[in-house]
Nanobody, 124 residues
Framework: QVQLVESGGGSVQAGGSLRLSCAASGYTYSSDCMGWFRQAPGKEREGVAA????????YYADSVKGRFTVSQDNAKNTVYLQMNSLKPEDTAMYYC?????????????????WGQGTQVTVSS
């Protein structure tokens, strides 16, 4: 019933920008947390950013702070990840995830629903 669909990935050169979208359906925000994770081949899935819906609190991994911005359009049931000043190390499959009161926000175990992922490739 709950479905998350990411979009907006692609291939860009270093320094470029992308905006990822996560459209949610069948999900009531309440005090829920929408998280962005990424996973490169052979690497663990890591938290990138999170948005606590209802309260508007945002969190960012140190590696992306100042470059990425997470936001929400509640009317469209969509969360966004604006990615600026992209670096080759940002290359990964990016996933949107939904959980309730995720604590800590970066723990993948705190999220029940996951999108299919969207690929981001940053070249030098």
């Amino acid at each position: 019933q709950v479905q998350l669909v990411e979009s907006g990935g692609g291939s860009v050169q270093a320094g470029g920008s992308l905006r990822l979208s996560c459209a949610a359906s069948g999900y009531t925000y309440s005090s829920d947390c929408m998280g962005w994770f990424r996973q490169a081949p052979g690497k663990e899935r890591e938290g990138v950013a999170a948005f606590y819906t209802g309260v508007g609190t945002t969190y960012y991994a140190d590696s992306v702070k100042g470059r990425f911005t997470v936001s929400q359009d509640n009317a469209k049931n969509t969360v966004y990840l604006q990615m600026n000043s992209l670096k080759p190390e940002d290359t990964a499959m990016y996933y949107c995830a939904a959980g309730h009161a995720a604590m800590p926000w970066w723990s993948r175990d705190e999220y029940k629903y996951w999108g299919q992922g969207t690929q981001v490739t940053v070249s030098s």
